[in-house]
Each structure stands twice: as C-alpha cells, then as structure tokens.
C-alpha cells in the first residue's frame, strides 16, 4: 500500500524525567518528610513537595542537605509541567518556581556536582540547551566519573541535533557504569536517529535485560525493529509495551503501524482507534486509521480521519 502507507511515531528517550536526590544522611535518621521529598518512598507530586517544603523550613539541616530539598522541590515542580508524552503545560509558575529552586540549590552547594546537574536539568527543560550543556560541563568538572551528568549532556546535544556527541557522552557513561541501562537506552534512541538500527537494537536488547519493565525500552525497539521492516517483532515489542503500560497510546499507535504494514487493516484499526480513546487530540492516530479506512476502501471513514487530522494539525 504505497500511497496510504502508516506513519509511527518514534518513541524516543525519555526526554525528561523526575530526578530525585537522596540527602548525607544515615538510613535510620531519615524523617518520613526525607523519604517522600527523595524518592524513596512513593508519593503523590502534591505530597513530595509539600515535603520537601517542610524539609527546607526546619531549622539545623546541613547546606548540603538544603540543596538537595531544593532539587527534588524544582525536579517536582518541573514533573508537574510535564504531560506524559513529555510535552509542557506551559505553567510558567511551576517553571519559574523551579529554576529558583535550582538556583538556591546551587547557592547552597556551589561545589557538588548534583546541584549543577539540578539547573542544568531546569535549562534543558525550558529549552535552553546551551545553556543546559555548559552546566553539565560544570557538573562533569567537578565529579568526571558522574555517569548520570554525561547522560543528561547527551540528551541536550540530542535535543540540539548532535548525534555524535550524544553517542559520544552516552558511551562515556556506559563505560563509566556498563550496567547503566538508562545510558544504553539513549545510546539505542541516538543510533535509531541515524538510522543505525542494528547497533540500536544491540543496545535496546542489552537495556532490556537491565531493565525488563521498562515500556519505553520495548516501544524504542519496535520502532527499530519497523525501521528494519521485521514487522513481526515490532508487534511482539508493542505487546510487551502495552503489556508494561497500557495506557500508552504510542504504543498502540506503532503497534498499529506495524499491523498497517503487514495489511492487517482491521487490527491496525483497531489500535489507532484505542490510541484515540486515550489520547483524542492524537492527530498521527487519526490520519493513520485514515490511511487505513482507505486502503479498505472506505472513502468516506478515511476523509473524516484525515479531516480531523488536519484540525489537530497533523
């Protein structure tokens, strides 16, 4: 079906993601407060800053310590500007709240290393890649074997379209910690950019086995296993994906890519119509169920698809 061919929609990296500190403090010492504000127990987004608020008002906490509730304050404002597909709310309040709290991190801590990883994650959010980077490169002078900090800097150069540093940064992590599976999945993503599928899956499948429940490790190598039109497996991925993470509409939308590709239109209909059940202002699932409403030669269902595509600005 070469003119109603389906698109996929690449399931990338993890473009930004919660990044939550653990303070210099003894196991038993810690305070409920402590363990909610740093991630070690789960919590609502409401309940983590409300913690980490309580945290910075008391009195005879440590400057290091401070910084490190201010991270994981910023980090949590910045997790509520984000929808799930990783694109912003555009609360300005909660972005603005956020760099102020990086800032004050670094104020407090100015020589570790994490508290300029915090504002360079503040940077990348908002879109300042070069700026993001040079805190990174703070960040890496002050701690080299930092695998995290050449991570996070190999996500902004791939934000800025550098491949090649971003491999190079995500190799230098993955040399620092092979076991690094976060490391492994943005190498993979990177390669996939390059249309490097082979190499992308061998880091796929090596994150994988890392990290088994990982839904976004499984949809990256669906799309590389498309790429390389063994559309088989990509399905076999996607099942893992929705497996993992049923409400993902992506998945349902590259699942039904696949099924498209192997001219099961009814399946792949069926999946760009769950996607739209999740997500309704999901254009690419429109204009693909569109595409394959006409390759049944269903005119008329395929016009309203591609119509509605078109509002949403596919």
Known sequence: MSSTKVRRVIAGAILIATMLFIPDLAGAQQSQNWKWCSGQEWTSRDQRLAACTAII???????????????????????????????LHRDQVDLDRAMADFNEAVRLDPGRHRSLI?????????????????????????????????????????????????????????????????A???????YSS??????????????IRLDAKNAALFLSRCNAHFAMKDFDRAVADCND??????????????????????????????????AIRLEPNLSVAYMNRGRAFSAKGEAQRAKADFDHAKRLGQ
């Open 241 to 274: 994906a929705i497996r993992l993470d049923p409400k993902r509409a992506l998945a349902y939308v590259n699942r039904g890519s696949a099924y498209g590709a192997k001219r099961d239109y009814d399946q792949a209909i069926a999946d760009f119509s769950e």
């Open 184 to 190: 492994l999945q943005h190498r993979g993503f990177a």
């Open 194 to 207: 390059k249309k490097d599928y082979t190499l992308a899956i061998t880091d796929l499948d090596a994150a």
């Open 57 to 87: 008002g008391t009195d005879g906490e440590t400057p290091a310590n401070l910084a490190v509730a201010y991270c994981n304050r910023g980090s949590t404002y910045l997790d509520k500007s984000f929808t799930h597909l990783g694109k």
């Open 118 to 182: 915090c504002r360079a994650y503040g940077y990348y959010a908002v879109g300042d890649f070069d700026q993001a980077i040079a805190s990174y490169d703070q960040a890496i002078s002050v701690e080299s074997k930092s695998a995290e900090a050449f991570v996070a800097r190999g996500i902004a150069y791939l934000a800025k379209g550098n491949l090649d540093r971003a491999i190079t940064d995500y190799s230098e992590a993955i040399r620092l910690n092979p076991n690094f599976a976060l």
